[in-house]
């Protein structure tokens, strides 16, 4: 039989391993002081290493993207550029171009153009050439030609969600197997059309126009992306 002294000592052996556990897990490998922060902007709620932190080697699967006459990785949308033998963790490039955006991200909504959001980064979707880093939605002036800067987050742009027009309470059912970037690009372009057609914004209070006109100018704001929406492939109900 164990003894109990014997069973103490295995129980306090195991204590010590689970506290240092723990504080690898708060502090990173080797004792170095947690390098990653929360991303809770628009509930994205996602970690994310922070500008600066230098790594090894860069993941298996990245992108090389050219950027101001030089190039730098792409991952996970995480950015990294050159460092001697190492890379560190740097801002995404605004203007630069991805073939695919980041395995976590959230659809915004700003002016019933939709924005793709993660670590602190926005991307459009540009058509055949990808996705393009742009800056928030609001603030065109905020560049980053380098991307290595490591600059405080913007404050979250006004009138921004997470939340499309989606056609002013129609529904609508892709018929083609249009993927959800497709139908991202598609339901833009049609509210964009019907907005030329009809003057009526969803995004706007009021649809924008004048309050004796709206329930006349929805009702063909409806009709105006229903007509474009069918002849794209979609069901709308």
Aim: hydrophobic share 35%; aromatic share 12%.
């Amino acid at each position: 039989m164990i003894k109990a002294g014997a069973i103490s000592a295995l129980m306090l052996s195991l204590r010590l391993a689970a506290v240092a556990f723990a504080q690898q897990a708060e502090h990173g490998h080797g004792g170095a002081p947690r390098t990653e922060h929360f991303d809770a902007r628009y509930s994205h709620d996602h970690y994310y290493a922070d500008h600066g932190h230098v790594v090894p080697r860069l993941p298996p699967t990245h992108f090389v993207v050219p950027n101001a006459g030089g190039h730098v990785y792409y991952s996970g949308g995480m950015w990294y550029a050159p460092r001697g033998p190492n890379y560190v963790v740097v801002a995404a490039p605004v203007g630069v171009f991805v073939p695919v955006l980041p395995p976590f991200y959230t659809t915004l909504w700003f002016a019933g153009a939709p924005y793709y959001y993660a670590n602190d980064t926005y991307y459009q979707y540009r058509g055949d050439q990808g996705y393009e880093v742009v800056p928030p939605p609001g603030d065109q002036s905020a560049q980053n030609p380098e991307g290595a800067a490591d600059q405080a987050p913007p404050d979250t742009p006004p009138d921004v969600n997470a939340s499309p027009p989606a056609g002013d309470d129609l529904f609508i059912y892709p018929q083609s197997g249009q993927s959800a970037d497709q139908q991202a690009n598609d339901k833009y372009q049609c509210h964009q059309w019907a907005l030329s057609q009809t003057g009526f914004d969803p995004t706007q209070a009021g649809g924008g126009v004048a309050p004796e006109q709206a329930a006349v100018k929805r009702a063909d704001y409806q009709r105006a992306m229903r007509a474009c929406l069918e002849g794209r492939g979609y069901s709308v109900k």
